[in-house]
């Protein structure tokens, strides 16, 4: 590990997003992936002679609401342009985006930097990091390589993309990877994206340099291509950063290229350098219109943005009184801070009755502690099962005592399962909590009575053995008794036959 601490890093990232629209950005070829090889084409995207783009608005609509979200200005004329290169998998020879006047810019994220940057802990800092701009393109086939031979899927030829450009503004491959998991989070929940990195649906090149602390000016970059897991991202900055203080110390130059990241060999290697990088030769695209948003188009992309997880969490903490920890557990997922946010609204309405409320940190720790991980064990089958107020009922039970806290968990993995109501399910399997003193004191007596001699023993002293009887009566009562009730009276008991 190069630990020179006269040098500093200076990172920006180039993410390519998916957009999550039923069909591709310029004709009307489903957007699915996955699909057989070359079966969602047609002449647009074969680039047949005479064919014609044709611009997808619900396209638009995604870029924007995620400029929206993103704090970038939402330009009301763009422009379309060909970026031309050759390759196998672009049958047109170029790719249809945006250069000099894109959809939007001007923007930022905060990120959490410091403690935050790797585990959501209490405390941290919050960084701006700002973008640079958002624009609309459209995607590239894909060459699949088996044995020596290389085969062509088209199916991914112009699906809609974003393009989302960092300043470098990142300081270090943790804070680049607390950028990465904002961004993505932020895609995911509005549903511009479903952010699969594995699918290449959410994609990034890190363009990293280094300068001497104070310097003013940036250092040469190289930029590592395509970079598809969050761990990835993070070895491939911190290898590049160090290669290139390695090499500025030995007297080198750091040269600008594009270098590909190996994560077998866990090192990054020169793809092509400068002399060979592409001219694009950019020019407007002659066959599709400006693009033109109305202001009414814009004003109602707004009014559709959802709260974002981070002001959520805020929220949560300040509003609901919730810990940090608490607050990002139930905000990562957006499906799931809307069922707590339904079952708080069941609580304030309707609560247990009687005028009962359950604490929200209550309401809070049996979606963390016991729904989230029974549908966890689930995988899979959603929580739709279970309206919230169904599960407002659970742990009303619970906290009136009419059913102990353990007899609410099994009660909750049979609501899951059958689809049945709490009371049902009590009811049907008598699991009322036997909170009656008289049948707790009989039981007692029963389980004293049984076990004579370790009577004689916890008389004699032996303390260690009243929970002995404790887990005897609870036992006895198919542990529907409620424990205090058992300690209370089983003491009560044998202060009795002591005196
Ligand atoms: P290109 O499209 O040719 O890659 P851009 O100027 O659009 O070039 O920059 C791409 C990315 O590189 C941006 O995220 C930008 O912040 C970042 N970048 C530019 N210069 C540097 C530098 N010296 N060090 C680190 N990142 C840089
Ligand atoms: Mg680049
Ligand atoms: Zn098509």
């Known amino acids: 590990m190069n630990n020179n601490d006269s040098f500093e890093a200076v990172i920006g990232l180039e993410v390519h997003s998916q957009l999550l629209t039923k069909t591709k950005m310029f004709c009307s070829c489903a957007n699915v992936f996955g699909l057989e090889p070359n079966s969602a084409v047609c002449p647009v995207c074969l680039a047949l002679p005479g064919a014609l783009p044709v611009i997808n608005f619900e396209g638009v609509k995604l870029a924007v609401k995620a400029a929206l979200a993103l704090n970038l200005n939402v330009n009301r004329k763009s422009f379309f342009a060909r970026k031309n290169y050759f390759y196998p998998d672009l049958p047109k ?18 990120i959490k930097t410091g403690a935050q940057a790797e585990a959501a802990t209490e405390g941290g800092n919050e960084k701006k990091i700002r973008i640079n701009r958002l624009h609309i393109e459209e995607d590239a086939g894909k060459l699949i390589h088996i044995g020596n031979r290389s085969y062509v899927d088209l199916n991914r030829a112009g699906t809609p993309l974003v393009e989302i450009v960092s300043e470098p503004d990142i300081s270090s491959a943790a804070e ?3 950028y990465l998991k904002a961004l993505r989070e932020i895609l995911v929940y509005l549903g511009v994206s479903d952010g699969n990195m594995e699918e290449g649906s959410f994609r990034c090149d890190a363009n990293v340099s280094v300068r001497r602390k104070g310097d003013t000016k940036l250092g040469t970059r190289a930029e590592v291509k395509n970079v598809n897991s969050f761990k990835f991202v993070e070895k491939a900055i911190e290898y590049e950063i160090e290669r290139q203080i390695d090499l500025v110390l030995s ?3 750091v040269v600008q290229e594009t270098r590909l990241y190996d994560s077998k060999e866990n090192v990054t290697r020169s793809m092509r350098g400068k002399e060979e990088a592409h001219d694009y030769r950019y020019f407007e695209e002659p066959d599709l219109p400006p693009l033109i948003l109305s202001e009414e188009f814009i004003a109602e992309i707004k009014n559709s943005i959802i709260e974002l997880p981070e002001a959520k969490r805020r929220r949560y903490v300040s509003e609901y009184k919730l810990g940090e920890y608490d607050a ?13 946010e ?3 609204a069941a609580n304030e309405s309707a609560g247990c009755g009687a005028g009962a409320h359950p604490e929200i940190k209550k309401l809070a720790n049996w979606v963390i502690n016991e729904l989230l991980s029974e549908l966890k064990e689930r995988e899979g089958e959603s929580s739709e099962l279970l309206a919230p107020a169904g599960f407002l009922e659970l742990i009303c039970a619970v906290e009136s005592g009419a059913i102990n806290r353990n007899t609410g968990k099994a009660v ?3 609501m899951l399962s059958s689809g049945k109501k709490a009371s049902e399910i009590i009811k049907d399997k008598n699991l009322a909590q036997v909170s009656d003193d008289k049948g707790i004191e009989e039981a007692i007596k029963q389980v004293l009575e049984e076990n004579p001699k370790e009577l004689l023993d916890l008389l004699s002293g032996k303390d260690k053995l009243f929970g002995f009887f404790v887990g005897e009566v609870m036992k006895k009562t198919k542990g529907k008794a409620n424990p205090k009730k058992v300690n209370e009276i089983l003491k009560k008991l044998i202060d009795e036959k002591k005196a």
């Open 342 to 344: 339904g079952l708080i």
């Open 93 to 110: 020879g170029y790719q249809i985006s945006q250069y000099l006047d894109p959809v939007s810019s001007g923007g930022y994220l905060a």
């Open 412 to 414: 909750l993995a049979e």
């Open 176 to 178: 680049a990877v607390s």
């Open 328 to 340: 990002e557990v139930l905000t990562q997922d957006k499906d799931i801070a809307s069922y707590f």
């Open 251 to 253: 007297g080198g130059k």
